[in-house]
């Protein structure tokens, strides 16, 4: 599944039998594929957008996978040290500090970064073009939802707000994010260490690239400290 999952990150269209079969496992055939992705279906991790196209992660696959990779916390931290050396030089300290999270994440995550100052009460958004270059393909009706997500994310977050800053990190797959309605969409949290209370987000498709993002985030979080 961890393949499955990495792979639709990567080109986002369902995952056939016979691609993983060529690409990942040459000693079995299409017909064993099947059956494992017949199961992984049946069992809720995978969903088959038609009875004849490949399949894609479900909001379950995706929760397990996010899971597996905020348990590793070492990974985390080391790939963080490696995205820090990248982003550190492109930083400017005399920006606003919960501005300039906002738009590395958007940068770097290629999706909309926002930081949020709970003693401000100031919003910071960016990145809205990179979010929705991530989301070909959706309805005029999604476009809208995402649309009113984003024009209520100030409200929605202080709703949540002690929830969102119990934990360093927090992950909200497709429709159980209380900050967005949108299931095409996935947010990643992260508290800031610094005595103003604020908070970076980073919204993107359900199909972001998680492992990256959630060092990404780390990496511009460990600056300000």
Known sequence: MDLIIKEYSRKGEPISSRELCEKNFPDLSPATIRHDLFELTKSGYL???HTSAGHIPSNKSYKWFVKEILENENKI???SEQWQKKVGPLADWHENFVFQSARMIADFCEG?????????????????????SHLAGISLMEVNQILED???????????????????RVV??????????????SIIARSLPIKEKS???????????????????????????
Not at 172 to 182: L, Q
Request: proline residues 3%; without cysteine.
């Open 47 to 49: 969903i088959q957008p």
């Open 77 to 79: 931290v080391s790939q």
């Open 112 to 132: 909309l970064g926002v930081g949020y100052s709970a003693e401000s009460g100031a919003v910071y958004k960016t990145g809205l073009k990179n979010l929705f």
């Open 150 to 168: 984003i024009e209520f994310i100030d409200e929605r977050i202080e709703s949540v707000w002690d929830e969102l800053v119990e934990t360093e």
């Open 172 to 185: 909200f797959i497709g429709k159980e994010s209380p900050i967005t309605r949108s299931d095409n969409l």
């Open 199 to 225: 908070l970076m987000l980073l919204i993107g498709p359900k199909n972001m690239i998680y492992e990256r993002n959630l060092a990404i985030l780390e990496a511009v979080a460990n600056m300000l400290e």
